[in-house]
């Protein structure tokens, strides 16, 4: 048979390699290849024979290197058939994965070796591992629990996000039973319930539940579950997808009971209530339907806004509107005037504020009825005027009473001097022009005529004093009140100067206050200090400062004559005395009048005394 | 130079007795001229109604006017001979029963020369016409333009 071919067996044989893909080689312990087929020169683009000039190793992959020189250093040493998988260079600078078995032999000094060409399965496996990695990555990134059971229910993959929300390592839990490890108890047979339906074909599947972190924290876990089934069709592995939806549950329970809260405060709200979207109205709370006398909720819904606004008031509340929408401004609170179903028009107090309802800008209208207050304030505003005019009235009145008084006082002032003056005047000329014709007697009589109408003249000037107190205006000033009874006493003590009467004045006293009454009211006091100490040998006259009652108060204390307690109350009318004249002259005019200016300044005098001890007048301004 | 009167103006006799008692006391020797509303008051002195005739260029030395007169009042009195330039400068003593603050403050304001309550004590408005006569008759130098 091998005569009938034109090729030796070496050449056939050589022609048969050619198509296989492990091809054997020798190379030397000096590295150089010995015995090279053509078929690996070709794969690796190198021309025949090419391959013998060159080491085994000069072709390796850098990365390789390391790895294929401890391989070649035990193959010398006859440790055995031994394997690697290279990168090999070829002619065109790319590389090529060999697999390489070799066996050294140290007698021939040389390494039987046979490279497979794998290089399309490396490609192929590392693709795998690429992807492998990639979906392992994209386990781990994405924010959902992704847990893999077999069909058993133990977990066979975990993913980094499940380890963060259990607090478990995949490790720890690998094979155990997901069903004990991660559920609430009361909540297990419900997720079996659910295991056990996917295992039965019914999938993807979604379900809630809990799951039971390592530290006892309940988390609320949504899914989306899928089963991987083997080659017969069998579920071979489930896949849950889960989410951590424990936060935005408890974020929409909040929100919806928040939005309940929301709808019972408006419904319930004593305020009326109602939002319009395009001018029409789309809700009103019950306050809103009661206050616009509707029938009910259909009736007011759906209804143009400024239909319940009086005529007077659309322009406003257009304005008000348009600024509201398209400003998102706040309207701030405003009286209007509303129109209710029944045609009845009232007060109301207006706030609103832009919504968004359904997608599009609305207004949030809070109104009150005021109708009451309004009326209220009106009727106020009348009592106030018809309290104005009383006032006005009252005022004329008292204004006109005045005048009389001041006239009044004007024509005693005047006419009723006049008489006194011609009785005087005329006793003396009876005394004079009657010269000796008039007896002595007679002459005593038409003295003491004389001497009353010059009292009576005194009384009329003490009252019209009196009078002038009350009836002049109040010029307030500040008033050095020591100084001013230095003045008075020096004064008093020209008019009797052989008197003995000390003066105390304390110093620095001032007040506020008009000084010519304060003047006319010092003079009186002192005046009546000097009078009542006339019987003295010698007097005392002491003004000075004391609190009473948490008030500044002065006082002006004599001892003198004093007078009796009893009697005190009688001390500040007019023409009240409590001695005779003949003791001690006096008009009993002068307390009245310390009395009306102390008034006149909002403040009061009393006095406190006992009989031959002295007086102390006191008094407040 | 003949002595010039004194116009007194005064509606109450016993006043007006009174006054020239005072007068006559004091040993003022000028004529007194009596009227006893302001009308006359004021037609003596511009020489018109019962006055006319009267040569009104010769004016009393002083007048002693009251304020409370029957139909025009004192001050009103006052008011129209300070008004006529014929009686601007004429000395008028403004002699009443009013110690009316307001009276005294009008009075001076209107161009009195002096303000003299009528004391009630005869012998205190006695010293009061007195003092008076010395002044305004024997002290006093008219000014210049009244004179001729």
């Avoid at chain 1, 070799?102 to 399965?121: N, W």
């Avoid at chain 1, 155990?176 to 297990?188: C, I, S, V």
């Avoid at chain 1, 109104?367 to 209220?376: E, G, L, T, Y």
């Avoid at chain 1, 204390?557 to 009240?576: H, P």
Wanted: with cysteine.
């Amino acid at each position: 048979m091998a005569a009938d071919t034109a090729v030796d067996s070496v050449e056939r044989l050589e022609r048969a390699l050619r198509l296989s893909l492990d091809w054997p080689c020798t190379v030397g312990f000096d590295g150089y290849f010995k015995d090279v087929p053509v078929a690996l020169e070709q794969v690796l683009g190198y021309a025949p024979g090419e391959l013998h000039t060159l080491r085994a190793l000069d072709l390796v992959h850098p990365d390789d290197m390391k790895a294929s020189r401890r391989m070649a250093g035990a193959v010398m040493r006859e440790e055995g058939v031994l394997s690697i998988e290279t990168r090999y260079r070829c002619k065109d600078g790319s590389h090529r994965w060999l697999m390489w078995r070799a066996k050294g032999d140290t007698r021939d000094r040389l390494v039987y070796a046979v490279a497979r060409d794998i290089h399309e399965r490396r490609v192929a496996s590392d693709a795998t591992r690429h992807e492998r990695d990639f979906v392992s990555a994209l386990l781990d990134t994405i924010g959902a629990v992704v847990v893999v059971l077999d069909g058993q229910g133990k977990i066979v993959r975990m993913n980094r996000h499940a380890e963060l929300l259990t607090g478990w390592t995949f490790d720890e839990v690998r094979d155990t039973p997901f069903f004990e490890t991660f559920l609430l108890e009361e909540e297990r047979a419900g997720v079996r319930q659910q295991f056990a339906s996917l295992r039965a074909g019914n999938f993807p599947a979604r379900f809630e539940n809990h799951w039971l972190t390592r530290s006892g924290e309940r988390r609320l876990l949504s899914w989306s579950n899928t089963a991987l089934l083997d080659d017969a069709g069998a579920v071979e592995f489930v896949i849950g997808t889960g989410l951590d939806v424990s936060e935005a549950r408890a974020a929409d329970d909040a929100l919806r009971e928040s939005e309940e809260r929301y709808r019972q405060l408006v419904e319930l709200s004593p305020n009326a209530i109602a939002i319009h979207v395009d001018g029409r109205i789309v809700f009103a709370n019950t306050a809103a339907i009661r206050l616009l006398e509707a029938d009910g909720p259909s009736q007011v819904i759906g209804m143009p806004v400024l239909n319940a606004v009086a005529p007077e008031f659309r322009e406003v509340v257009q304005e008000r509107m348009r600024r509201m929408i398209v400003g998102g401004e706040v309207g701030p609170l405003i009286e209007e005037r509303f129109v209710t179903f029944k045609g009845q028009t009232i007060d109301v107090e207006v706030a609103a504020m832009p919504i968004t309802v359904m997608q599009r800008r609305g207004v949030q209208v809070v109104f009150r009825d005021i109708s009451a207050r309004k009326q209220a304030e009106s009727d106020l505003h009348r009592l106030n005027d018809e309290l104005e005019q009383r006032v006005a009235d009252r005022t004329a009145q008292l204004e006109a009473a005045n005048r009389e008084l001041e006239a009044f006082a004007y024509s005693v002032s005047h006419d009723l001097r006049a008489p006194l003056r011609s009785i005087d005047g005329f006793s003396q000329a009876v005394i004079e022009d009657c010269g000796g014709e008039v007896s002595d007697v007679c002459r005593g009589h038409l003295q003491r005529v004389r001497a009353a109408s010059q009292r009576m003249a005194s009384l009329i000037d003490a009252l019209l004093t009196l009078s002038r107190v009350t009836r002049t205006e109040m010029n307030r000033d500040m008033v050095d009140l020591s100084a001013l009874v230095r003045e008075i006493a020096s004064d008093l003590r020209r008019t009797e100067p052989e008197r003995r009467v000390t003066f105390v004045v304390a110093d620095g006293l001032r007040a506020r206050g008009d000084p010519r009454l304060l003047r006319l009211a010092f003079e009186n006091l002192l005046g009546n200090a000097w009078k009542f100490t006339s019987r003295n040998a010698s007097a005392r006259i002491e003004f000075g400062q004391t609190m009473r009652e948490g008030r500044r108060t002065y006082f002006i204390r004599d001892d003198g004559a004093g007078f009796d307690m009893t009697y005190a109350t009688k001390l500040f009318g007019a023409f009240q005395r409590l001695h005779a004249p003949t003791e001690f002259p006096g008009t009993g005019i002068g307390l009245a009048t310390v009395q009306r200016i102390m008034n006149r300044h909002g403040g009061r005098v009393w006095a406190q005394s006992e009989a031959g001890k002295g007086a102390t007048f006191f008094f407040v301004l | 130079m003949e002595d010039k009167c004194i116009l007194l103006v005064e509606d109450n006799p016993d006043d007006e007795a009174l006054t020239i008692r005072a007068f006559a006391r004091n040993n003022v020797q000028n004529q007194v001229v009596v009227t006893r509303d302001g009308v006359e008051a004021l037609d003596f002195l511009f020489g018109e109604g019962k006055w006319a005739g009267r040569d009104a260029t010769k004016l009393p030395e002083v007048v002693l006017l009251d304020l409370k007169l029957p139909k025009i009042d004192g001050l009103e009195v006052l008011r129209r001979i300070r008004a006529d330039k014929r009686t601007r400068v004429l000395p008028v003593v403004v002699l009443t029963s009013s110690d009316e603050e307001r009276d005294l403050v009008t009075s001076y304001s209107l161009g009195a020369n002096s303000y003299v309550r009528k004391p009630v004590d005869f012998e205190e408005f006695m010293d009061a016409v007195g003092r008076l006569g010395l002044y305004w008759l024997v002290l006093n130098e008219a000014p210049a333009s009244t004179t001729h």
